[in-house]
């Protein structure tokens, strides 16, 4: 039985990884749940899944916990996101958004849980001391991210990965296969194939309408400016400690391949399926055996039986290069990680600040690209020391955001 405290259990991610739960109960027990908004749904699933402890966003809804189950052990606030994480557990999830993901993550880390990663967020900001901390401390970083899932799997036996067992045990088996690069595929949003014109005045609605995938907000304008692509290929980089421009971003609008590994002798693996986030973090979860997700296959109703069948959703698979020009946050992405020190960190914050004005309807939709390259423009790069510095650069980087725009 492996005990799951789950970071942001009443977002997507969150609530996909409780569902699996639900129908795994003689695998998993969710003794830790965390949610900042969506109150209700919180209190749902404490009722439901019983945990021990819980974290919510302010001293008022702890309260409110409190008074309907006096035996759970309840925090709130940033502080109350580090205090759960420190409680026993065997696997972290983390699928908490943005910035917030980085202190909890670094405490679970520091007391030795593995984790499985959604929150990409903190890669990108804490990348390199992240990575670190769990090579010292023996910890599994087992990707939730679905591209990184695929690269993860596409490794297995072909010399490991720097996460999952490379962390876990550095001494890999001595396999010599080296990777010639890293194909991380991208959907290209609902707005792939538009100018830089033709997206100034989108709606916040038609930003959110993902061709793809169903996910929270922040990710689903992310992937609609392409930032989510420049993200993961930081991601990516500490992950599989690959540098950045060995990592070659295909647009795949079918979002069937999720991502492919070539490696020097030419051959290329690829991880396929249909666009299931259930996939990535069950195995995440349940590293290194793989949930029944399926029905036996028959034969018969392949098409209707929840299975990718290669004669109708799989059998027209494209890929197309990256307009790195229209979408330039791709470029900032690249910019930022070559640059490295701070320069992660700035773009991060920059980003998350402006999604929030957009969602909030106080900016336009390319006012996003624009002022993360202003912000860019002012910054100067010195490496971070530790989460806290990180979190001051942070805060600084969204203060410039919005005096800029
Ligand atoms: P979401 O917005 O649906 O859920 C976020 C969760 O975190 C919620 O429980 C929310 O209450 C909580 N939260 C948000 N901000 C918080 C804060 N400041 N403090 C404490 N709690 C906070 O997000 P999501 O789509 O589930 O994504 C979560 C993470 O997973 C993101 O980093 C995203 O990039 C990554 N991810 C998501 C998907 C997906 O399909 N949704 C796919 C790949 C990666
Ligand atoms: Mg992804």
């Not at 309260?63 to 925090?75: C, L, N, S, T």
């Not at 401390?137 to 991210?145: Q, T, Y």
Request: aromatic share 6%; charged share 25%.
């Amino acid at each position: 039985m492996k005990k799951v405290l789950i970071l942001g259990s009443t977002g997507s991610i969150g609530t996909q990884a409780l569902e699996i739960i639900r129908n795994n109960k003689d695998k998993f027990r969710a003794v830790g749940l965390t949610g900042r908004s969506r109150i209700d749904v919180l209190l749902a699933q404490i009722r439901e899944f019983e945990p021990e402890a819980v974290c919510v966003g302010n001293e008022e809804d702890a309260k409110r916990v409190k008074a309907e189950f006096p035996k759970v052990d309840v925090h709130f606030g940033e502080s109350g996101l580090v205090e759960i994480a420190s409680m026993d557990c065997d696997i972290v999830l983390n699928a908490l958004m943005g910035i917030s993901g980085l202190a909890p993550t670094y405490e679970a880390i520091s007391r030795g849980r593995d984790i499985a990663l959604a929150n990409k967020e903190t890669l990108v900001a804490g990348g390199e001391i992240v990575t670190k901390l769990c090579k010292e401390k023996g910890v599994k970083l087992l990707p939730v991210d679905s591209e990184h899932s695929a690269i993860f799997q596409c490794l297995e036996g072909n010399g490991g990965s720097a996460c999952g067992r490379a962390y876990a045990e550095p001494e890999t088996d001595g396999i010599k296969r080296d990777i010639r690069r890293i194909l991380l595929t991208a959907s290209g949003g609902p707005f792939r194939g538009r100018t830089i014109d033709e997206m100034r005045n989108v709606t916040i609605e038609q930003a959110l309408n993902h061709p793809n995938w169903s996910m929270g907000s922040k990710i689903t304008i992310d992937s609609a400016t392409m930032m989510n692509k420049g993200l993961e290929v930081i991601e990516a980089r500490w992950l599989f400690d690959v540098p950045a421009d060995k990592i070659d971003v295909h647009v795949h609008p079918e979002s069937i391949v999720h991502s492919m590994v070539e490696f020097m002798d030419g051959s290329v693996i690829a991880q396929m399926g249909l666009p299931d986030m259930k996939i990535p973090i069950g195995l995440a979860l349940d590293y290194p055996s793989r949930l029944n997700l399926l029905p036996e296959f028959s034969g018969k109703n392949r098409e209707t039986d929840g299975s990718l069948d290669f004669f109708t959703k799989g059998s027209n698979l494209t890929f197309e290069q990256a307009d790195r020009k229209t979408f330039k946050c791709l470029d900032i992405a690249y910019a930022a990680i070559n640059e490295g020190g701070s320069a992660p960190v700035v773009m991060n914050g920059a980003n998350e600040e402006l999604v929030a004005m957009f969602l909030a309807g106080r900016i336009g939709f390319t006012d996003i690209a624009d002022t993360i390259e202003r912000v860019m423009g002012k910054s100067s790069f010195a490496s971070p020391a530790d989460v806290k510095e990180i979190l001051e650069i942070d805060k600084e980087s969204r203060r410039m955001a919005r005096e800029l725009v």
